[in-house]
């Protein structure tokens, strides 16, 4: 079974962890209640790495608060560059055919995205960065069908957290064109080696 074909990743809505994510705003709780799915994007290509294992602590808090989630992992997904060819401003649809449009449908079906990358010379990974550049054929669908969306941020990064800003400052920006409101950013300065923030 592939990344996308996969079911979610935990039905099981009982798990019992501390929340990475809670960030002592009552609104967050509310946000990913009940019956929300939740859907984690990993933009790391380093499995378990400082970025899955806090998009994965943001899941079991949804979970907990009831949520339905599921996780992909962009680098394990086939999703090309694209070519600025413009015919998806006309057409609403990319001409590339590859794991993009099942992702986009995922993310149409879920209420919260939990969208983490590390810094990576000050700016997303270059997986990350594909994923929104491709994200451009649909926003038009987005802005049409607007819905209650919502947004959490993920970044970790070796240096302090003032290295994150561009980071946040493109993927808020990015997400909010897509109709999602941020509803929590979540930094994790300081952690270089795989594992760290555990
Ligand atoms: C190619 C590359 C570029 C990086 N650039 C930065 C940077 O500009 N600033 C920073 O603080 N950390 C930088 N880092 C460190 C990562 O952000 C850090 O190790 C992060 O915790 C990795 O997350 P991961 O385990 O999810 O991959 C870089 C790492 C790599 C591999």
């Not at 493109?170 to 952690?191: D, Q, R, S």
Request: aromatic share 6%; net charge positive.
């Amino acid at each position: 079974m592939d990344a996308l074909s996969a079911p979610p990743l935990r039905e099981n809505w009982m798990v019992k962890r501390k929340r990475a994510c809670n960030t002592g705003d009552e609104r967050l709780d509310w946000k990913v209640s009940a019956r929300k799915r939740v859907l984690g994007i990993v933009g790391s290509p380093r499995r378990g790495g400082n970025t899955e294992i806090l998009v994965d602590e943001a899941l079991v808090g949804a979970e907990e608060a009831g949520a339905l989630t599921e996780k992909v992992i962009l680098n394990k997904l086939d999703i090309a560059p694209c070519q600025g060819c413009g015919d998806c401003q006309q057409t609403g649809e990319c001409v590339q055919q590859d794991d993009m449009s099942a992702l986009f449908e995922k993310m149409a079906q879920s209420q919260v995205w939990v969208v983490g990358t590390p810094v990576y010379w000050h700016g997303p990974t270059a997986q990350l960065k594909a994923f929104i550049d491709r994200c451009y054929a649909r926003e038009r669908e987005l802005a049409r069908t607007r819905k209650e969306r919502y947004a959490i941020l993920v970044i970790p990064s070796a240096d302090h957290a003032g290295v994150a800003r561009y980071t946040v400052g493109m993927l808020t920006t990015a997400l909010n064109v897509m109709t999602a409101e941020i509803l929590a950013t979540v930094l994790a300065p300081g952690v270089f080696h795989r594992g760290t923030p555990r």
